[in-house]
């Protein structure tokens, strides 16, 4: 297998422990459970775990690690864009 193909299954593992883990959080809190919702953020955190797999992809645990704290990697640049004001000003000079 390619190296790129390793970090994207590393990343993806790690994305599913994350899962799993949010479920049990879940249910040990009893709460109920939109099956949608539950299915899209399950897309979500898998594609986000693939992805920061290839990002950190310099070793399977980096990759691994990067697929569980993929969701936080994202949740955290959400946050951070939406806290600050971007303003953007084009000045075009008349000649």
Known sequence: ?????IAVVFGILGGVV???????KSYQSKKKIDSKKF???????????????ILFGFAKQLS???GYAGMDLIDGYYKH?????????FDIEKN
Do not use: Q, W
Request: hydrophobic share 55%; no cysteine; charged share 20%.
């Open 1 to 5: 297998m390619s190296e790129l193909t």
């Open 18 to 24: 994350r899962l799993l883990v949010d479920l049990i």
């Open 39 to 53: 299915g899209f953020y399950a897309i979500l955190v898998i594609a986000s775990g693939a992805f920061s797999g």
């Open 64 to 66: 691994f690690l990067g």
């Open 81 to 89: 864009f939406t806290r600050k004001k971007f303003k953007i000003r």
